[in-house]
């Protein structure tokens, strides 16, 4: 259809929308403009998830094996041991997954709409047919749309057309029977805006859409697994086969040695079920979980479960300056014309006819729109801020465009750094342009003084440069307003301009910047700024907010596309294309870097994937960027990136905490029953102890580490390697010590109780139970840093490690005191003397950890100290 006779046919208005009376009668009969998402994952899914587990297939293997040789307290015990274990992953893996739902739900896409006269932000699931919707580069498009006005507009339909080159769209008919790829007047649902902008009527949404009718395209696929849980994943695979092996070796060795057939195959599931550390699937899952959903609480929603990972190893972070590290609050505070500077306070720009010519630019050559009040509008800040300036000086858009239509629109390009736009003006056109200083200038020929117009000379460029960095020695953005007239509405825009001024438009740097920048500085963490904006400009705001120091280099994008020597003193990369700052994330990476990238625009999309955390703006941030990007900002603040790297770094800690402490105290049951074997002991703990032990020590003080809020001074120690293992050489040794301990404990108390309290032989293996469970739960006050106080620390401070003892106490003691809970366990009442002998045997590898910690925390400084001597 010709683009006239569209709006009639969905009964709206190019000039006012739909009202929103009428927006609401059509969402009735319409529904909201959603495509039937993939159905949450079910709760028998997560409940089978549960079993398919190699730690599962080994538990029902030694339970089915107790069945078999009459068992059955030992069988029973098994399938106990896997209900708990499945019920407790099955919840947790069901909060965990609905918690991810929910945190999908924070990234709903906008739209800019016009509705009842004034250009809306609202939700794209609120759009109905008839509504007129603006999109410009970076956005998705919501819904399938006829155009009625389009600038040098592009958009991907690959998704869609399987074409990789972007698709040209303009307002014009096509023939009915055009195909797909064909439709250069429509843009369809979900695909992307990649250059220029356009304004288009709603002609179908939800199912209704192109997309909608082969919704197979865009069903998501399966759920991402982290490289981390991917190591957890491949650490119990590898523990399984480990304890399968030495399970066989064990009970060859005492078959051949004329051991009895069943007590060796007691001793095999004692063993199996010792080894394996139920819990750490279900702790892992609520660890990743929760941190990202405390994340999302603190505006950082993570889009990809590697980046929690990755987060923690983040040693360089490239910021944008705009709305990141300034507050993105725009307000102009200085005009400078060719007759001089204009005068600008508080309220408002000079009405004189310079300052009228100037700003009538700026309010035409512009893509936002303003509301009722006086902070309402959408759009860029910046142009908001320039349809304020005009407003004060008495330049209603609106009105102006009612004398001054708009027939043309050459959207902003990265290439030409301009914008510009057409009007009718009598016979001929008059042309509105605004952008960078140095390209407006670069295409000017002339300058306007008043109403008269000379020819632009050497001197006269070379005035405009120096006021153009005085202005940004002041921290301002400097933007450059030009005209011309001209006799064909499709003549070139961006050449033979009369250049009318500048305007200087102040951006207040955040407050909490100059904090977040020295966390980093501690924690190991550069910071480079990278900006289009002009060199003299952030140069002063990175003084200003203590990123830079007057010394410090200041690169122009010209040579930001390598590394020059001495990039080590670079705190700003200024004017950067899109193509170089992919070159720096690159030329940063191949240095070693685990580089962090802020970005807003669909030109900062493929920086944004290259980086190793891809980080987009939530607010200001296009469609195209936040889909590139790994985390999205949901405030669009500096200190959010700072606050989402403590938090990742917490999470790798507690999920290395919580490990080692799953694999300690479950060598020492390994320990403890293979040495009993090997040296012909009777069992010192029996196989159904063993898996009630499990239950209580591999998840309770498990989930209470990995609940733990991290150390005050996490950001105060340099980023790990991302190579680096959950578990390296240190923690191995300190969990084969810890093992150990709790080993010796454990036969000690042993020794002890039979030879020289004699106790019975059900009394014994209760003191062997009792010293081995509460030594593992004590072993949860080993699990501090080496650097923490011995009282006062990571861990005695987290109240649910508390919560967790006491819990475990109760369940420990309980059984002995239940007679027909104890005879199933095998328990028998101790006296005084046999829980004073379990209380210091259990407490014994705990002061003999935190002794050896204390001598290597005062050996290591003496070390240090003679090095350095």
């Given at each position: 259809?010709?683009?006239?006779d569209?709006?009639?046919?969905?009964?709206?208005?190019?000039?006012?929308?739909?009202?929103?009376?009428?927006?609401?009668?059509?969402?009735?009969?319409?529904?909201?403009?959603?495509?039937?998402?993939?159905?949450?994952?079910?709760?028998?899914?997560?409940?089978?998830?549960?079993?398919?587990?190699?730690?599962?297939?080994?538990?029902?293997?030694?339970?089915?094996?107790?069945?078999?040789?009459?068992?059955?307290?030992?069988?029973?015990?098994?399938?106990?041991?896997?209900?708990?274990?499945?019920?407790?992953?099955?919840?947790?893996?069901?909060?965990?997954?609905?918690?991810?739902?929910?945190?999908?739900?924070?990234?709903?896409?906008?739209?800019?709409?016009?509705?009842?006269?004034?250009?809306?932000?609202?939700?794209?699931?609120?759009?109905?047919?008839?509504?007129?919707?603006?999109?410009?580069?970076?956005d998705?498009?919501?819904?399938?749309?006829?155009?009625?006005?389009?600038?040098?507009?592009?958009?991907?339909?690959?998704?869609?057309?399987?074409?990789?080159?972007?698709?040209?769209?303009?307002?014009?008919?096509?023939?009915?029977?055009?195909?797909?790829?064909?439709?250069?007047?429509?843009?369809?649902?979900?695909?992307?805006?990649?250059?220029?902008?356009?304004?288009?009527?709603?002609?179908?949404?939800?199912?209704?859409?192109?997309?909608?009718?082969?919704?197979?395209?865009?069903?998501?696929?399966?759920?991402e697994?982290?490289?981390?849980?991917?190591?957890?994943?491949?650490?119990?695979?590898?523990?399984?086969?480990?304890?399968?092996?030495?399970?066989?070796?064990?009970?060859?060795v005492?078959?051949?040695?004329?051991?009895?057939?069943?007590?060796?195959?007691?001793?095999?599931?004692?063993?199996?079920?010792?080894?394996?550390?139920?819990?750490?699937?279900?702790?892992?899952?609520?660890?990743?979980?929760?941190?990202?959903?405390?994340?999302?609480?603190?505006?950082?929603?993570?889009?990809?479960?590697?980046?929690?990972?990755?987060?923690?190893?983040?040693?360089?972070?490239?910021?944008?300056?705009?709305?990141?590290?300034?507050e993105n609050?725009?307000?102009?505070?200085?005009?400078?014309?060719?007759?001089?500077?204009?005068?600008?306070?508080?309220?408002g720009?000079?009405?004189?006819?310079?300052?009228?010519?100037?700003?009538?630019?700026?309010?035409?050559?512009n893509?936002?729109?303003?509301?009722?009040?006086?902070?309402?509008?959408s759009?860029?800040?910046?142009?908001q801020?320039?349809?304020?300036a005009?407003?004060?000086?008495?330049?209603?858009?609106?009105?102006?465009?009612?004398?001054?239509?708009?027939?043309?629109?050459?959207?902003?390009?990265?290439?030409?750094?301009?914008?510009?736009?057409?009007?009718?003006?009598?016979?001929?056109?008059?042309?509105?342009?605004?952008g960078?200083?140095?390209?407006?200038?670069?295409?000017?020929?002339?300058?306007?003084?008043?109403?008269?117009?000379?020819?632009?000379?050497?001197?006269?460029?070379?005035?405009?440069?120096?006021?153009?960095?005085?202005?940004?020695?002041?921290?301002?953005?400097?933007?450059?307003?030009a005209?011309?007239?001209?006799?064909?509405?499709?003549?070139?825009?961006?050449?033979?301009?009369?250049?009318?001024?500048?305007v200087g438009?102040?951006?207040?740097?955040?407050?909490?910047?100059?904090?977040?920048?020295?966390?980093?500085?501690?924690?190991?963490?550069?910071?480079?700024?990278?900006?289009?904006?002009?060199?003299?400009?952030?140069?002063?705001?990175?003084?200003?907010?203590?990123?830079?120091?007057?010394?410090?280099?200041?690169?122009?994008?010209?040579?930001?596309?390598?590394?020059?020597?001495?990039?080590e003193?670079?705190?700003?990369?200024?004017?950067?294309?899109?193509?170089?700052?992919?070159?720096?994330?690159?030329?940063?990476?191949?240095?070693?870097?685990?580089?962090?990238?802020?970005?807003?625009?669909?030109?900062d999309?493929?920086?944004?994937?290259?980086?190793?955390?891809g980080?987009?703006?939530?607010l200001?941030?296009?469609?195209?960027?936040?889909?590139a990007?790994?985390?999205?900002?949901?405030d669009?603040?500096?200190?959010?990136?700072?606050?989402?790297?403590?938090?990742?770094?917490?999470?790798?800690?507690?999920?290395?905490?919580?490990?080692?402490?799953?694999?300690?105290?479950?060598?020492?049951?390994?320990?403890?029953?293979?040495?009993?074997?090997?040296?012909t002991?009777?069992?010192?703990?029996?196989?159904?102890?063993?898996?009630?032990?499990?239950?209580?020590?591999?998840?309770?003080?498990?989930?209470a580490?990995?609940?733990?809020?991290?150390?005050?001074?996490i950001?105060?120690?340099?980023?790990?390697?991302?190579?680096?293992?959950?578990?390296g050489?240190?923690?191995?040794?300190?969990?084969?010590?810890?093992?150990?301990?709790?080993?010796?404990?454990?036969?000690?108390?042993?020794?002890?109780?039979?030879?020289?309290?004699?106790?019975?032989?059900?009394?014994?293996?209760?003191?062997?139970?009792?010293?081995?469970?509460?030594?593992?739960l004590?072993?949860?006050?080993?699990?501090?840093?080496?650097?923490?106080?011995?009282?006062?620390?990571?861990?005695?401070?987290?109240?649910?490690?508390w919560?967790?003892?006491?819990?475990?106490?109760a369940?420990?003691?309980?059984?002995?005191?239940?007679?027909?809970?104890?005879?199933?366990?095998?328990?028998?009442?101790?006296?005084?003397?046999?829980?004073?002998?379990?209380?210091?045997?259990?407490?014994?590898?705990?002061?003999?950890?935190?002794?050896?910690?204390?001598?290597?925390?005062?050996?290591?400084?003496?070390?240090?100290?003679?090095?350095?001597?």
């Amino acid at each position: 259809m010709p683009v006239g006779d569209v709006p009639g046919r969905f009964g709206t208005s190019l000039h006012a929308g739909l009202t929103g009376a009428e927006a609401r009668r059509r969402l009735s009969w319409a529904g909201r403009n959603v495509i039937a998402p993939k159905e949450p994952t079910g709760a028998l899914v997560l409940f089978l998830h549960q079993l398919a587990s190699p730690v599962v297939y080994l538990l029902a293997a030694a339970g089915g094996l107790a069945l078999y040789f009459g068992d059955w307290r030992e069988a029973v015990a098994v399938v106990a041991v896997l209900a708990v274990n499945t019920g407790l992953g099955f919840f947790t893996e069901l909060r965990a997954v609905r918690s991810v739902e929910g945190l999908r739900a924070l990234g709903t896409h906008s739209s800019r709409v016009r509705r009842d006269g004034y250009v809306r932000v609202l939700a794209a699931e609120d759009l109905v047919p008839g509504d007129i919707v603006l999109v410009e580069g970076g956005d998705a498009v919501p819904a399938d749309i006829r155009l009625v006005e389009a600038s040098n507009l592009g958009a991907d339909e690959s998704m869609l057309t399987g074409e990789s080159v972007p698709a040209n769209k303009s307002a014009d008919p096509v023939a009915p029977d055009a195909l797909l790829a064909e439709r250069s007047s429509m843009l369809f649902r979900g695909t992307l805006i990649t250059r220029g902008s356009g304004t288009g009527i709603v002609v179908a949404t939800g199912a209704e859409t192109e997309l909608g009718g082969v919704s197979r395209l865009v069903e998501q696929a399966e759920p991402e697994r982290s490289p981390l849980e991917r190591r957890l994943e491949h650490l119990s695979r590898q523990m399984v086969w480990l304890v399968l092996m030495v399970v066989v070796l064990l009970a060859g060795v005492g078959v051949a040695t004329g051991k009895d057939l069943r007590l060796m195959t007691e001793a095999s599931i004692a063993l199996a079920v010792a080894a394996i550390p139920e819990g750490l699937p279900i702790v892992a899952t609520l660890t990743l979980a929760r941190g990202m959903w405390r994340m999302a609480c603190r505006n950082a929603l993570i889009q990809r479960l590697s980046a929690v990972e990755t987060l923690g190893a983040t040693t360089l972070i490239l910021t944008d300056k705009t709305g990141t590290l300034t507050e993105n609050r725009m307000t102009v505070r200085h005009l400078s014309s060719p007759s001089g500077d204009l005068p600008v306070s508080e309220g408002g720009c000079d009405a004189s006819s310079e300052a009228q010519r100037l700003l009538r630019v700026a309010v035409l050559c512009n893509d936002a729109a303003l509301g009722a009040g006086v902070r309402e509008g959408s759009g860029d800040p910046m142009e908001q801020a320039l349809l304020r300036a005009g407003r004060s000086a008495g330049l209603d858009r609106d009105a102006l465009l009612h004398e001054w239509p708009k027939v043309k629109k050459h959207a902003f390009e990265a290439d030409t750094r301009m914008m510009a736009t057409v009007h009718p003006s009598g016979p001929r056109y008059w042309v509105a342009v605004k952008g960078a200083p140095e390209a407006v200038l670069a295409a000017s020929r002339r300058t306007g003084v008043g109403e008269c117009d000379r020819l632009l000379d050497h001197n006269d460029r070379d005035l405009w440069r120096r006021r153009v960095e005085e202005l940004g020695a002041r921290g301002l953005r400097v933007i450059a307003c030009a005209e011309k007239m001209a006799d064909d509405r499709d003549i070139h825009p961006f050449e033979d301009l009369t250049f009318l001024g500048l305007v200087g438009l102040e951006d207040p740097a955040r407050e909490d910047v100059p904090a977040a920048l020295a966390a980093c500085r501690a924690a190991g963490i550069r910071v480079v700024m990278v900006t289009g904006d002009h060199a003299i400009t952030a140069r002063s705001i990175a003084c200003a907010i203590g990123l830079a120091q007057p010394e410090d280099r200041v690169v122009e994008g010209a040579t930001a596309g390598g590394l020059p020597n001495g990039h080590e003193d670079i705190a700003v990369f200024a004017r950067v294309s899109p193509v170089e700052k992919l070159a720096l994330v690159r030329a940063y990476q191949d240095m070693g870097e685990v580089v962090a990238m802020t970005g807003d625009g669909v030109n900062d999309a493929p920086a944004l994937r290259q980086a190793d955390i891809g980080v987009a703006m939530g607010l200001r941030g296009t469609d195209v960027a936040r889909e590139a990007a790994a985390m999205v900002l949901l405030d669009d603040a500096f200190p959010t990136i700072v606050g989402a790297i403590r938090e990742g770094r917490i999470i790798f800690d507690n999920i290395r905490r919580f490990v080692a402490y799953l694999l300690a105290c479950n060598l020492s049951e390994v320990m403890v029953v293979g040495l009993a074997v090997v040296s012909t002991l009777p069992l010192p703990i029996l196989p159904l102890q063993i898996l009630y032990l499990n239950v209580v020590t591999d998840v309770f003080p498990a989930f209470a580490l990995a609940l733990g809020e991290g150390r005050d001074d996490i950001l105060q120690r340099p980023p790990r390697d991302p190579k680096e293992p959950i578990l390296g050489r240190d923690q191995w040794g300190r969990i084969v010590l810890h093992a150990g301990a709790m080993t010796a404990s454990t036969f000690g108390a042993l020794a002890v109780a039979e030879l020289w309290l004699a106790f019975d032989r059900a009394s014994i293996v209760t003191v062997t139970f009792l010293t081995l469970a509460f030594a593992q739960l004590w072993q949860v006050f080993n699990m501090r840093a080496s650097a923490s106080k011995s009282c006062r620390n990571e861990v005695t401070r987290n109240p649910w490690i508390w919560a967790a003892l006491l819990l475990c106490t109760a369940l420990l003691v309980g059984p002995t005191y239940l007679p027909s809970v104890g005879t199933v366990l095998g328990f028998a009442p101790l006296g005084w003397n046999g829980w004073a002998l379990v209380l210091s045997a259990s407490l014994a590898p705990l002061l003999a950890v935190q002794f050896a910690t204390l001598v290597a925390g005062a050996i290591k400084p003496s070390a240090r100290e003679g090095r350095s001597v």
